[in-house]
C-alpha cells in the first residue's frame, strides 16, 4: 500500500465551527506533514511530525491544532477559521523522521471557509 | 527571492513534441524532488534523486550538482500530461523548499 489517503475530500464550514481534517498512511512511515496550498501557488508547509512528535511549527496560527494519535494517522482540527484560510490542505509522509526521503502526498481536503 | 526557480513558468506543446522544465537552486541540497499536479488534484512525486539521471516510462530526471541544475525530460508528449511540474528541494533538512511551478499544457 503506497497511498495516503485523506478525508473529507471538500469541506465548507462557517467561522465559527469546528472541524477536523483527517490523514492516515500505511508505509510504516515515521514522518508526517500537513501542507497549505492557495491557488496557483506551492504548498507551504504547516508542520511536521517525526516519530509522532511535533518537530516543525511554521508559525502556524492556534486556530489550527494538529494532533498524531499513532505512527499512521495525522489530523487537524480547525476552529474560529478565516475566510483567507480557505485552500487545499495536502498530508504527506515520508520513511525517516528527519532528513531528505522520498515524500508521498495525498490528494487533499479543500477547504472553504463562510 | 525563491531558493528554487523554475523556467518555463507557463508552457504549451503539441502531443508528440519532447519537452524540457529546468529547476536551479542557490546552494547545496541533499535531494530533489520532481512533482506533479493535475488541476485541482493532490500532488504525485515523480522522481527524487541526489544524483545523475532517473527514468520512468516517458519521463527522465536529471540532475547537475556542480551547476545546481536539474531538468524534467517528457519525450512523446501526450495532453494527459498537462499539469503543474513543481521542483523542490532538501536544503539539508526534512523541510522541502518548492519552485513556483511550471504549467504544462499539451495539446492534441
Known amino acids: 500500500d503506497t497511498e495516503v489517503t485523506q478525508t473529507p475530500k471538500h469541506l465548507v464550514m462557517g467561522m465559527t465551527n469546528k472541524k477536523s481534517l483527517k490523514c492516515e498512511q500505511h508505509?510504516?512511515?515515521?514522518?508526517m506533514y500537513w501542507y497549505k496550498q492557495k491557488a496557483k501557488k506551492p504548498p507551504e508547509l504547516m508542520f511536521v511530525y517525526s516519530y509522532e512528535k511535533l518537530s516543525i511549527n511554521e508559525s502556524v496560527p492556534s486556530r489550527f491544532s494538529p494532533e498524531c494519535p499513532n505512527s499512521s494517522l495525522l489530523n487537524l482540527h480547525l476552529h474560529a477559521l478565516q475566510p483567507e484560510d480557505s485552500a487545499l490542505y495536502l498530508c504527506?509522509?515520508?520513511?525517516?523522521?528527519?532528513?531528505?526521503?522520498?515524500?508521498?502526498f495525498g490528494p487533499g481536503t479543500r477547504l472553504t471557509v463562510t | 527571492k525563491n531558493e528554487v526557480e523554475q523556467s518555463p513558468q507557463n508552457l504549451t506543446a503539441q502531443e508528440g513534441e519532447f519537452i524540457t522544465i529546468n529547476c536551479s537552486y542557490s546552494v547545496g541540497i541533499s535531494a530533489l524532488h520532481w512533482l506533479q499536479q493535475h488541476p485541482g488534484g493532490g500532488i504525485v512525486s515523480l522522481f527524487m534523486?541526489?544524483?545523475g539521471k532517473k527514468k520512468h516510462g516517458r519521463l527522465i530526471a536529471t540532475i547537475n550538482i556542480q551547476e545546481k541544475h536539474s531538468s524534467l525530460h517528457i519525450t512523446a508528449s501526450h495532453p494527459r500530461d498537462s499539469a503543474v511540474y513543481i521542483c523542490a528541494v532538501f536544503y539539508n533538512t526534512d523541510k522541502l523548499i518548492f519552485g513556483t511551478g511550471t504549467r504544462l499544457q499539451v495539446f492534441p
Open positions: 504527506a509522509s515520508s520513511q525517516e523522521g528527519a532528513g531528505a526521503s522520498e515524500q508521498y
Open positions: 534523486l541526489s544524483s
Open positions: 508505509m510504516g512511515h515515521r514522518a
